[in-house]
Structures are given as structure tokens and as C-alpha cells.
């Protein structure tokens, strides 16, 4: 395609837009301006520094064009740190943060601008991403994986809107140069969030040859683990800097930055296989959970995955119990909002109209702490469904109607959030629409 229709090139898409945005202007108009643009300048001499352009720069939002996704990646990640340098000099309320997309794809470039699905797909993975993070799409992660010194953290596929394929993402562990400065820079969104790493298992059968065994054990449980949306799992190749190597617990998990790790060992007899996992809060050194599982060992790679998946099914419930026991135990004025989105879970799981009722006033403060939450969204929906069902307050009709507002929204900026699909097909069933009911 050329002349007045255009031409088509491939490129790397950078989508960056700021994490609420609106909340900044409402407090500070004037010093929110001066505060974008002065971070669009960061953002544009990174973007010339990797050879990109700008191709526009409409409200909060910034994309950008590279002939090279490892460019447009480096730009990103160095985007992102330069930031959070900057943010780190001004009072919490008044930081800006950014989360940035990149996609690689063909485009279509007409009057300096750039249209098509891969432009759409680079602005699908911003919006999947977390406050100072860089979300990538699977075509640029196999172009730069072995280009780059950064680490990723595959979350898996997302159906989002407009696009017919789902999307295979990848999170970038921006980290420092050396481990506890990565620990004490991470993004906060992240920090308030369950984090865990998964160390590497040890091989106990004596022999080298069983390493690749007990290494692909592991790189599959960071794997499975990394499905988990609402748990942020250190990358691979933080983890495995402490292969070989005897671990104090306590002292890895504050140079990685996490509450939790997982720590295991393999043992090979014969024909038989026995992997054993604990499963360890880092704040006191105590196991939470631990198990052990015999095999016999035939296909190798089968093995792996359905030792890594019947961990994982097995941690899973007990790391969110976990963290609404943590949040439950908490003073409620130093609640943040995971904590506070946990403890009202923890009231919503009692079952009764008053701890109903207090569930939702943790839900309601989780979101006026991070608007861009939708698993609070989730939550507060639920609690109306709830109050809808039994009859604990308002009126029906009315609790209905703010369950779907509440749980509509939290799909609208989470649309893997199991809670709120499961509050939406609860309101079909008790409508009679169970055709839509059994969808959600």
C-alpha cells in the first residue's frame, strides 16, 4: 500500500500513560501540568536516545516508534527508573507514575501517525500493566529475551478489547544493579502487593546429570505461579544468583524484595522421583505450608508441569489465606489498599450483614487509595450481591444496580479478576439470565 493510502512497516509500539491522572488534576491542575510535562521530556530524550519517535502526545498518554523493540525496551526500562529517581525527591501524593506497553506488529503509517491492530495491542498491554512496570506483548519478549539483562515474568493470555486473539503478556523485572538496591527501588504498586520468589531446587540425587531436572522444576513453578494476576513472582534470573549456594531465608527475601519464598529439593531413586516444597513467610522465617511428591519418572517434561501445577493448585489457596490473616492483624489506619481489599475479604467471608457491611467500607477505602484497583471494584460489588441476596440492607432493586456498577467497573480494568465474574454470574442467576450467568 502507498501513495495517499499510506504505507506499511513494521515497528516496535511504545503506549506510556499516566496512572491516575485524574485524581492529580483534581487536587493540583497547575503542578500536575508542570509535572507531565516535565516527565514527557524525560520520556523524549530516552525515545531519541534509542533512535525512536514520537509519533503523539494527546493528554497523559505518549507513543512512540522503533525500528528495534530491544531499543524500544531499553527506552522503557530506563524511562521508568529515571522516574522513579524523580518521584523519590517529591512528597507521595504529588509522584507520577507511568505505565508503559510495547507491542511489535505491522503498522500503518499515514501523515505521520500510526493505525492498525498492533497500535491497539501496544495500548491493551499499557492498560495490563502496573504503576512504574513495562508490559510487553510475546512477539517482542522472543526478540529481546536473549538481547537484553533484564528478567521477565510471563502472566499469561488475556482476551482484551477489540482484539479477536488473546494476548500473550510478559512483565519486565525492572531491577537496579544489584539486588538490595532492586529490593529498595521497587514499583510500589507492586510492594503493596502479595510477592514471592521461587529459589531454586535443590538437587539431592547426587548426580550432575539430574540438575536440568530439578532446574526445570523450578522454571515451570515460576511459570505457574506467574498466572496468578494479583501476585507479583521475582523473574528467574534474580532467583537463580543464589543456586548452589547455602540461603538464610530472611536475608534473601529483603535483597529480593518479597514476603514470601518458596524453597524445595529433588531426589531421584531409580525410577522414582520425590519433590519436596515449603512454602515460607520471610517476616518470621516460618513454614506456612509444606509438601512432598512422589512419581515415577517417565516422561520428564510431563512431570515437571504436573508437579509445578499441583504446587501451584495447592499454594494458591493458602498464600490468600494467608494474606487476609496478615491484613486482618494489622492496625486498620496503616492499611493499604491490597491490605485493605484483603481484610474485606476476610469480613466478607463471615457471612453476616455487619461484617458485610465492613467488608465494604475497606472495599470503598481500597479504591480511594488505588482508583485503578479492580479487584476493590470486585469486592464492593460483591458485598451490594450479598446485601441483595439475604436482605441485609437497602433495597433490592437498588443493591442490584450498584453491584453491577461496582463489579462492570472492576471488569473494565481488570478483566481477569475472578471475583468479579463470579459476582456478575451470581446477579444473572438471581435475574433468571442464566445462559449470561453460566458466561461469567
Known amino acids: 500500500m502507498g501513495g495517499g493510502d499510506g504505507e506499511r512497516k513494521l515497528a516496535a509500539i511504545l503506549s506510556a500513560d499516566v496512572v491516575g491522572y485524574a485524581r492529580l488534576m483534581e487536587d493540583d491542575e497547575r503542578a500536575t501540568v508542570r509535572a507531565l510535562t516535565d516527565y514527557r521530556d ?4 530516552h525515545i531519541e536516545r534509542h533512535r525512536g519517535r514520537v509519533v503523539d502526545a494527546l493528554g497523559d498518554n505518549l507513543m512512540a516508534e522503533f525500528a528495534s523493540p530491544v531499543e524500544a525496551e531499553e527506552c522503557a526500562v530506563h524511562a521508568q527508573r529515571e522516574i522513579a529517581r524523580r518521584n523519590g525527591q517529591l512528597a507521595e501524593h504529588r509522584r507520577m507514575d507511568f505505565r508503559i506497553g510495547i507491542n511489535l506488529g505491522d503498522v500503518l503509517l499515514k501523515d505521520g501517525a ?15 500493566g502496573v504503576a512504574g512496570g513495562v508490559c510487553i506483548s510475546s512477539k ?21 478489547k477489540n482484539i479477536a486473539e488473546p494476548v500473550r503478556a510478559y512483565r519486565v523485572a525492572i531491577e537496579a544493579p544489584s ?19 521461587v529459589l531454586p531446587f535443590d538437587n539431592m540425587s547426587g548426580d550432575p546429570e539430574q540438575e536440568y531436572f530439578s532446574d526445570g522444576i523450578t522454571e515451570d513453578l515460576i511459570t505457574a505461579l506467574s498466572r496468578i494476576h494479583w501476585l ?40 522414582r522421583i520425590r519433590v519436596t516444597a515449603q512454602f515460607i513467610d520471610a517476616a518470621t522465617g516460618g513454614h506456612v505450608w509444606a509438601s512432598r511428591y512422589d512419581r515415577e519418572l517417565s516422561d520428564v517434561f510431563a512431570l ?18 494467608f494474606e487476609r490473616e496478615r491484613a486482618h492483624r494489622k492496625r486498620p489506619d496503616n492499611l493499604d489498599a491490597w491490605e485493605s481489599y484483603q481484610r474485606g475479604l476476610w469480613h466478607v467471608y463471615q457471612f453476616n450483614g455487619e461484617e458485610n457491611e465492613e467488608a465494604r467500607g475497606l472495599f470503598r477505602r481500597a479504591v480511594e487509595l ?29 443493591n442490584i444496580q450498584q453491584s453491577f456498577r461496582a463489579t462492570k467497573r472492576a471488569l473494565t480494568l481488570d478483566n481477569r479478576d475472578t471475583m468479579a465474574h463470579y459476582a456478575l454470574g451470581r446477579l444473572y442467576m438471581l435475574l433468571g439470565d442464566q445462559e449470561s450467568a453460566l458466561a461469567e
Open 42 to 45: 524525560v520520556f523524549r530524550d
Open 114 to 128: 500510526l493505525y492498525g491492530e498492533s497500535v491497539n495491542i501496544a495500548a491493551r498491554l499499557e492498560a495490563l
Open 140 to 160: 517482542v519478549y522472543e526478540e529481546v529475551k536473549s538481547k537484553v539483562t533484564f528478567g521477565f515474568d510471563y502472566f499469561g493470555e488475556h482476551q482484551v
Open 179 to 197: 539486588r538490595s538496591a532492586a529490593a529498595d527501588n521497587r514499583d510500589p504498586a507492586i510492594a503493596e502487593k502479595a510477592t514471592i520468589a
Open 232 to 271: 507479583f513472582v521475582t523473574a528467574r534470573n534474580s532467583t537463580f544468583t543464589f543456586k548452589g549456594t547455602a540461603v538464610d531465608v530472611k536475608h534473601v527475601a529483603a535483597e529480593l524484595g518479597v514476603r514470601y519464598v518458596v524453597e524445595g529439593s529433588v531426589r531421584k531413586a531409580g525410577n
Open 304 to 321: 515437571q508441569e504436573e508437579i509445578s501445577d499441583t504446587i501451584t493448585a495447592a499454594l494458591q489457596p493458602e498464600l490468600a489465606g
Open 370 to 398: 488505588d482508583p485503578g484497583f479492580g479487584g476493590a471494584y470486585a469486592g464492593l460489588g460483591y458485598t451490594y450481591f450479598l446485601d441483595a441476596l439475604f436482605g441485609w440492607g437497602g433495597g433490592a432493586d437498588d
